[in-house]
């Protein structure tokens, strides 16, 4: 695809009377914890503050990690998960999973925490009416690194995942580890043939195999399934997502077995079939009771490459063998897996197929059902935040400014909105609307409207149409 080398950045439609109003926060590339509001200002910035991702609690406080670990011994590990009060100041931290001694550096204990973590009182890391997370005590639920082997699944080391809750004082209460469950997985003999030989090698410590690389994980919450009694979905039981594997679970908490799962191969069922394959897929999570679709999955399906299986011509040696150049936002029936609403290129009005990669991002991103109906879609990879309406209309847009140095982007991993109320320490802002700008007559100051000075129309001769002509050449 080839676009334009200008952007605009901030808020580029903003319609109050539709949008679910707040702040929203999300982590400015290599800058920090940044909060903005329905125009785009950036109201309070918590520099240095990490987000992976970064979540604000009532009363203004911030969640996130600070120390990320050398990248030559660790894989997106950090040495702290902490919560940080307005002013900046850390009132708790965990970083007592794993005494480490790199090479060179000084030891210490770390969390080696990544992608995701959920603070006691809510199921789900976003503002939920009458689910306020605990802000002065409570258990903390982590997703952890872990350096493992397991022949089963390859001869390399496993960067392996792992789930871990800690209460207040930072004490381990209990320890999911992904590796142990690998049989329960569903791979296919060919999966598992590809999985040994390539099992998504990461550079760190010379070599370690981030083989499932989970980027989301959070309690179901309470949900009409189990009310109903179906005892898979327990509201302790934790949800979770392996980008690379393509794989969407629910683990039993008492058991620690999976009693849920879709993927790796979605050809293995007709419910499947007709869901679509899921590829590299993030924020996986149950709509929390109290929001519109309560008890459905809601996840961000970003196509890209990913998954172990059989050699195709997209795939000659069987790794990342699933492939699709879109991204859908799903949300759909954990108990018929029927899609009850999406959001893909087709409800944005895309040509099918030229058109469709400008709803795209094939890593990070997520989706936030808003109390009022709407959907907070993070379209991660170009900075892009948008919030549709269930007609799929685009009723607020916000790209961000923030570009990283070491990597030019503007990427965000994940946003969440809240409620003014969560901060006290400001304001109600003024909501002034931005109407979508009609881009054939956008112009950056000081260039020239498009002339109309001489307009030559040929007698008999039709409009050219690209999808309706074919070009015959010769010896083809």
Avoid at 129 to 151: A, F, I, R, V
Avoid at 255 to 272: A, F
Avoid at 287 to 293: C, K, N, V
Avoid at 349 to 371: E, H, M, N, T, W
């Amino acid at each position: 695809m080839a676009y334009p080398t200008i952007f605009p950045t901030g808020t580029t439609i903003y319609d109050p009377e539709r949008c679910f109003n707040g702040f929203t926060i999300f982590q400015a590339k290599e800058t920090g914890a940044c909060l903005v509001d329905m125009n785009g200002a950036t109201v309070q910035m918590w520099k240095g503050l990490h987000g992976l991702p970064n979540t604000l609690l009532p009363g203004g406080f911030v969640m996130g990690a600070t120390g990320e670990r050398p990248s030559q011994y660790g894989y997106q590990d950090f040495r702290d998960l902490v919560q940080v009060d307005w002013d900046g100041e850390v009132v708790w931290k965990f970083d007592q999973y794993e005494y480490i001694e790199d090479p060179g550096e000084e030891p210490r204990w770390m969390a080696r925490q990544h992608h995701d973590f959920q603070r006691e009182g809510c199921p789900v890391g976003y503002f939920v009416p009458d689910m306020e997370p605990k802000t002065d005590g409570g258990n903390t639920l982590l997703l952890c690194h872990k350096t493992t082997t397991q022949p089963d699944i390859t001869s390399k080391p496993l960067l392996d995942d792992t789930f871990v809750e800690v209460d207040w004082d930072g004490n381990i209460l209990w320890e999911w580890v992904a590796s142990e469950h690998f049989h329960e997985m569903g791979f296919s003999e060919e999966a598992r043939n590809t999985l040994y030989r390539l099992p998504n090698m990461r550079a760190a410590s010379g070599g370690i195999a981030d083989w499932l690389h989970i980027n989301a994980m959070s309690y179901l919450g309470p949900n009409q399934w189990f009310d109903q009694g179906d005892g898979r979905f327990h509201p302790q039981n934790i949800i979770w997502s392996s980008r690379q594997a393509n794989i969407v679970a629910i683990t039993d908490k008492v058991s620690g077995r999976l009693v849920w799962k879709i993927g790796p191969d979605y050809s293995q069922s007709e419910e499947m079939k007709k869901l679509g394959w899921i590829i590299g897929q993030h924020h996986a999570h149950i709509i929390p009771r109290g929001r519109p679709g309560e008890g459905n999955v809601l996840v961000f399906d970003n196509g890209g490459w990913a998954g172990y299986g059989a050699p195709n011509p997209g795939s000659p040696n069987g790794f990342n063998c699933a492939l699709r150049d879109y991204s859908r936002v799903l949300e759909f029936d954990p108990t018929t897996l029927e899609i009850v609403w999406q959001f893909t290129p087709a409800e944005l009005g895309l040509a099918q197929p030229l058109d469709y990669a400008k709803f795209y991002s094939p890593f990070i991103s997520s989706a936030q059902r808003l109390p009022n109906g709407n959907t907070l879609i993070t379209e991660g990879s170009d900075g892009r935040l948008l919030e549709v309406t269930p007609e799929h209309e685009i009723v607020w847009e916000y790209l961000s400014p923030y570009w990283g140095k070491r990597t030019p982007m503007n990427m965000v991993y994940r946003a969440f909105r809240v409620p003014y109320s969560w901060v006290p320490q400001l304001n109600q802002p003024e909501e002034t609307p931005v109407k979508l700008l009609d881009v054939t007559r956008f112009r950056v100051p000081g260039a020239a409207e498009p002339g109309e000075r001489r307009v030559v129309e040929m007698e008999g001769v039709r409009p050219y149409n690209l999808v309706n002509t074919a070009c015959v050449l010769p010896g083809n």
